[in-house]
T-cell receptor, first 114, second 116 residues
Framework: NAGVTQTPKFRVLKTGQSMTLLCAQD?????MYWYRQDPGMGLRLIHY???????AKGEVPDGYNVSRLKKQNFLLGLESAAPSQTSVYFC?????????????FGDGTRLSIL | AQTVTQSQPEMSVQEAETVTLSCTYD???????LFWYKQPPSRQMILVIR??????QNATENRFSVNFQKAAKSFSLKISDSQLGDAAMYFC?????????????FGTGTRLQVTL
């Protein structure tokens, strides 16, 4: 039971570099989400998607882009990384047809920007 | 916009004792979901318990139970017979009942220590 898989688990970048975080889910979920978690704060929503080919902004979208070309994958991109983007990133998915179902989370990606 | 407040940054409990973690929220909606997630040092986000606002009965999952007070907008988590494995960050979260995406709004978390 893979559930939600995030790649990579750790990454160190230099300021200005770009990278893509990959989230894959094998539960056929319609909804997918990207969050960031910073010390002393709860998870904050960056972007989300309600289906293949759709994306929308969350609470803290600036500096990030996303794509959902396939239903099972949700990519989070940093075009020009900044130290303020140092954080732990979580991906989550949910069955959009069953409203009572909770979100399932990946194990997170720790990203450090030097 | 909904907000979730966890006023206890840290709590401590002795093994086998009971502890209650507090959570309050602000919303103008009448139907919604509330969740408690556990985050151990492994960083996983693990669902502990959930409550539908339209249900008056408090949810229970083994040693975990909630005290849901809808009028007071309070949603506390009680852990009975605490175990060392319960040590973790606990996050309270709110979710709209309907609508697209049904995004989660999290509190800032409570770190629970379990001592011998």
């Amino acid at each position: 039971n893979a559930g939600v898989t995030q790649t990579p688990k750790f990454r160190v970048l230099k300021t200005g570099q770009s990278m893509t975080l990959l989230c894959a889910q094998d539960m056929n979920h319609e909804y997918m989400y990207w969050y960031r978690q910073d010390p002393g704060m709860g998870l904050r929503l960056i972007h989300y998607s309600v289906g293949e080919g759709t994306t929308a902004k969350g609470e803290v979208p600036d500096g990030y882009n996303v794509s959902r070309l396939k239903k099972q994958n949700f990519l989070l991109g940093l075009e020009s990384a900044a130290p303020s983007q140092t954080s732990v990133y979580f991906c989550a998915s949910r069955d959009g047809n069953r409203d009572y179902q909770p979100q399932h989370f990946g194990d997170g990606t720790r990203l450090s920007i030097l | 916009a909904q907000t979730v407040t966890q006023s206890q940054p840290e709590m401590s409990v002795q093994e086998a004792e009971t502890v209650t973690l507090s959570c309050t929220y602000d919303t103008s909606e009448s139907d919604y979901y509330l969740f408690w997630y556990k985050q151990p040092p492994s960083r996983q986000m693990i669902l502990v318990i959930r409550q539908e606002a339209y249900k008056q009965q408090n949810a229970t999952e083994n040693r975990f139970s909630v005290n849901f007070q809808k009028a007071a907008k309070s949603f506390s988590l009680k852990i009975s017979d605490s175990q060392l494995g319960d040590a973790a960050m606990y996050f309270c979260a709110y979710r709209t009942y309907t609508g697209t995406a049904s995004k989660l709004t999290f509190g800032t978390g409570t770190r629970l220590q379990v001592t011998l």
